[in-house]
């Protein structure tokens, strides 16, 4: 969303930054209620898991959405909050559920003692393999989304600018505001549809996550 900001909408790397803000702050206030949710009103993990895989599905299809021009659309700030809201629910769901999924013999003892707290039971081996796949998963994500992108932008560039100008620009550094023009409308359409494009690869994500959750579906739920 950053770079897209910045050569879309033409703006400084600082306030591209700023309008990030509603996915950064909506995540952890996700990851904040969902445990309350989970831990207070005893509701089962599974349905946070699944209402926020859904949330995480809308938002990036919305935002795949956004226009190609260089307008900026107050209403991807409502997308970015719904994404990462949905980001933040199963970033700290599934690690709180973890413990309560696994076979006894992937358990170990682990004595935690904060103010008021005794001890806690933590299942060492599922929540590190969970941890692993989830940055696994992140890399994997990542390699994807950048070679759709750049794989778009040289397909669609070289044909108006030169092999070192499209290098330059799929740098994060990149500064669109010293081209002609008609030349950077050109590019900032191309990128635009680029990122839209990555937008739809992570709302396919999001769906492979309710696919997933469906598969940890028990007759009789977990609670923590």
């Known amino acids: 969303m950053e770079s897209f900001q910045k050569i879309v909408n033409g703006v400084k790397p600082l306030l591209a930054g700023v309008r990030l803000l509603p996915f950064s702050v909506a995540s952890p206030i996700g990851s904040i209620i969902s445990s309350m949710i989970a831990g207070k009103l005893k509701t089962p993990p599974i349905y946070l898991v699944l209402g926020a895989s859904m949330l995480q599905l809308v938002g990036f299809i919305l935002m795949s959405t956004l226009p190609t021009s260089s307008h900026t659309s107050k209403a991807q700030y409502g997308y970015e909050v719904i994404a990462g809201f949905g980001c933040g629910v199963n970033i700290s769901t599934l690690l709180l559920m973890t413990p ?74 990149s500064d669109v505001s010293n081209l002609p023009p008609d030349v950077r409308a050109i590019v900032q359409c191309v990128f635009a549809e680029g990122y839209n494009i990555q937008f739809k690869i992570l709302a396919g994500f999001a769906a492979a996550q309710i696919a997933s959750s469906l598969i940890m579906w028990q007759k009789r739920q977990i609670t923590v």
């Open 100 to 173: 309560f999924c696994v076979e006894k013999r992937d358990q170990c003892e682990a004595y935690i003692v904060p103010v008021r707290m005794i001890a806690n039971r933590v299942s060492a081996v599922a929540i590190g393999t969970v941890t692993q796949f989830r940055i696994m998963g992140a890399a994997v994500g990542l390699a994807i989304v950048t070679n759709v992108l750049n794989t778009h932008v040289r397909n669609n560039l070289l044909e108006v600018l030169s092999g070192e100008q499209v290098a330059a620009l799929l740098e994060i550094s």
